[in-house]
């Protein structure tokens, strides 16, 4: 792997992501049902951190750590291609729920591809959540990787022969 870390190549995720998911205890820890909380605008009183948080997940992204391991996270609601005009209700959604916003975030987390799947009670500001292992996402990622891969084998290949040739 030094070589691709030496030409600025570094993967964002690790070889074997679903076998980090199962094995590393913080992953274990965190795809079971979890304590959340709301980490944003804590200087401000309650109705307007509410008011603040539905805003945030409206805009597209919040703020939340899970209680027991002390992970924070700074969430987006997109799919993996990039933000749209707004989330849509796969992402986040108010309508299940009056009293809660139900949420999905999918990222890469310690070179694993994860999807955060919980709620949040719109008054406390805490909820429930866990993460799982995003399979779509994990091979989007390896076929980034196994095209960069490639993309410098072959420069490397072309860069060998161009020494050889001496005309």
């Known amino acids: ?13 690790v070889q074997d992501q679903s076998h980090k998911f199962e094995t ?5 820890k965190l795809s079971e049902d979890t304590e959340i ?21 409206k805009e597209g992204h ?8 002390g992970v924070n996270l ?11 005009d707004k989330p849509t209700k796969e992402y986040v959604d108010f309508e299940k729920d009056p009293t809660k916003v139900v949420m ?16 949040v009670d719109l008054k406390r500001l805490d909820g429930i959540a866990r993460l ?17 891969l490639r993309e410098y084998e072959e420069r490397q290949i072309k860069n060998e022969f161009h ?5």
């Open 1 to 13: 792997m030094f070589h691709l870390l030496h030409y600025g190549l570094m993967p964002r995720v």
């Open 24 to 28: 590393d205890e913080l992953f274990r």
């Open 37 to 57: 909380k709301v980490t944003s605008y804590r200087d401000k009183p309650q109705e307007e951190r509410s008011q603040r948080f539905v805003n945030d997940c």
């Open 62 to 69: 919040a703020c939340v750590a899970f209680l027991h391991t």
């Open 74 to 84: 700074m969430l987006q609601f997109y799919p993996p291609s990039g933000p749209t």
């Open 104 to 119: 999905k975030s999918r990222f890469i987390m310690n070179g694993v591809c994860v999807q955060l799947k919980g709620w």
């Open 132 to 148: 799982e292992f995003d399979y779509d996402l994990a091979d989007q990622e390896d076929r980034v990787v196994r095209a960069r």
């Open 163 to 167: 020494w050889l040739d001496p005309s």
